[in-house]
Nanobody, 119 residues
């Protein structure tokens, strides 16, 4: 079982920046993909960004050019640098990890961290 713990959420004004970090309780080197999802009030959880073990990244169109997802296998961490934040980025952000074992996908989630963008 892998536990994911997020940190770095908070409140910021429009145009500001935040950096989210996620620490895994175990090694992430065998995780196929790690990344971040978010869920705003009354909306479905959506993918924000992901990064594979090969370093390939995928971003939601709404955050391209503003957010950067990175991982450090040696430190068992994945981070999300968020720049030029806008009110529509307000949501609870969840760290996510996916592992493939014997052709079965396993998903792991963090508890979530609140990001609020408001003037």
């Amino acid at each position: 079982q892998v536990q994911l713990v997020e940190s770095g959420g908070g409140s910021v004004q429009p145009g500001g920046s935040l950096r989210l970090s996620c620490v895994a309780s175990g090694s992430i080197s065998n995780m196929y993909a790690m990344g971040w999802y978010r869920q705003a009030p009354g909306k479905q959880r959506e993918l924000v960004a992901s990064i594979t073990s090969a370093g390939n990244t995928n971003y939601a169109d709404s955050v391209k050019g503003r957010f950067t997802c990175s991982r450090d296998n040696a430190k068992n961490t994945v981070a999300l640098q968020m720049n030029s934040l806008q009110p529509e980025d307000t949501a609870v952000y969840f760290c996510h990890a996916r592992r493939l074992v014997s052709l079965v996908w396993y998903d792991f989630w963090g508890q979530g961290t609140q990001v609020t963008v408001s003037s």
